[in-house]
């Protein structure tokens, strides 16, 4: 266990690793937490000016 001050509220706590402390990481999740969202993508369709690879097209 580490003593050091919460960098966020630089009250004195113990924890296992450097950061904030649990009443603070709990606040920072309460408060920046959002909901998943789904994005669609939009198909892929090359540019006019793209040329096909010269091997590709070798028969």
């Given at each position: 266990m580490?003593?050091?001050?919460?960098?966020?509220?630089?009250?004195?706590?113990?924890?296992?690793?450097?950061?904030?402390?649990?009443?603070?990481?709990?606040?920072?999740?309460?408060?920046?937490?959002?909901?998943?969202?789904?994005?669609?993508?939009?198909?892929?369709?090359?540019?006019?000016?793209?040329?096909?690879?010269?091997?590709?097209?070798?028969?």
């Amino acid at each position: 266990m580490l003593d050091f001050d919460c960098p966020r509220c630089h009250r004195p706590v113990s924890e296992e690793l450097y950061g904030p402390c649990a009443p603070c990481r709990d606040e920072l999740r309460s408060t920046m937490q959002r909901a998943a969202r789904s994005m669609a993508a939009a198909d892929y369709e090359p540019k006019m000016n793209v040329v096909p690879n010269q091997v590709a097209t070798k028969e």
